[in-house]
């Protein structure tokens, strides 16, 4: 009978851990979450005397208008072009890549050119992870600078109540899932910005060391835009500021942090099974994302 008790206590614990970190991440996700593109409404271009962006136009009509992409190396930078015009941003910046990026630029002009002629949402995820960088948080190009502290703030705002620092002791498959897939990135943050993480076992939230919060903004703050957007990306895709550090920092692989990220889903699946069209979908949606993520930031050194 007292296990029994202990057992109702335990899940009705878990569960009330999970939902008030839930419920958070999705707080800060609706705040914080990223435009795929910005929606360019018929007549707007012209109105404004400017052709309309191609970004802007596959967003209007959802069809495929151009024959072929490629790169071109113009004034030591890669641009995209779609029939020969070059790749710009809902904003119309032109998307300009350094020279060392040019593996990502091919990689960005097999994206428009593998689309088949009805375009699908989500169909084009490194296009608008750069029109972030570029649009949103480039303060050079950016329409509002105040976009870029904002990200940030709303970024560190995760470590308060990150996921992988709050661990259950019950039930055991989700203990080994918690050991496995998330103390070895806490070890790696640690170890590779010498700060300490503190992990607790119960509902509460957590109160991160000064000196750690100071340490991991400082970082965050250095990053260029593009490596920010892949932040970004990364953070709000795995509802954890440490999966999405260790990620853009190159410190685990994609498929690391998608298992990090599906600690809890994968748990509830070894006990109760797998819901079709539901968990299937949110795993590819996620490897999606965070894929992305590593394409964009590929060139940085690893640790």
């Not at 609706?30 to 967003?59: D, I």
């Not at 661990?167 to 640690?190: G, N, S, T």
Request: glycine share 4%.
């Amino acid at each position: 009978m007292f296990s029994a008790i202990r057992t109702t206590s335990q899940l009705t614990s878990a569960c009330l851990a999970r939902n008030l970190r839930i419920t958070n991440a999705t707080t800060r996700s609706f705040h914080c979450l990223p435009p795929r593109f910005q929606v360019a409404q018929p007549g707007a271009a012209a109105a404004a005397g400017s052709k309309e962006s191609a970004t802007n136009k596959a967003e209007r009509t959802m069809k495929r208008f151009w024959k072929k992409a490629s790169i071109k190396l113009d004034d030591e930078k890669y641009v995209v072009q779609l029939d020969g015009r070059n790749l710009r941003t809902p904003s119309k910046n032109k998307i300009m890549l350094s020279a060392d990026r040019k593996q990502l630029a091919q990689l960005l002009a097999a994206e428009w050119d593998g689309q088949l002629s009805n375009l699908k949402p989500h169909s084009l995820p490194l296009t608008s992870l750069l029109s972030r960088a570029i649009d949103g948080l480039d303060i050079g190009a950016a329409e509002d600078p105040s976009i870029r502290p904002q990200v940030i703030d709303k970024l560190m705002s995760y470590l308060e109540t990150d996921t992988i620092c709050f661990h259950e002791d019950f039930p055991e498959i989700l203990v080994q899932l918690q050991a496995q897939h998330w103390k070895p990135i806490l070890q790696w943050i640690e170890k590779q910005y010498d700060v300490e993480l503190k992990v607790t076992d119960g509902i509460f939230q957590v109160n991160q060391p000064q000196e750690t919060k100071d340490t991991l903004r400082k970082s965050v703050t250095d990053m260029d835009p593009l490596e920010l957007a892949a932040l970004e990306r990364a953070v709000i895709s795995s509802k954890s500021f440490l999966i999405g550090l260790a990620l853009v920092k190159r410190g685990i692989t994609v498929e690391q942090a998608a298992q990090a990220a599906h600690v809890e889903v994968n748990s509830q699946i070894d006990r109760w099974g797998e819901v079709e069209d539901s968990h299937d979908v949110e795993k590819e949606y996620i490897r999606q994302a965070l894929g992305s993520v590593a394409c964009v930031v590929m060139h940085n050194p690893k640790p």
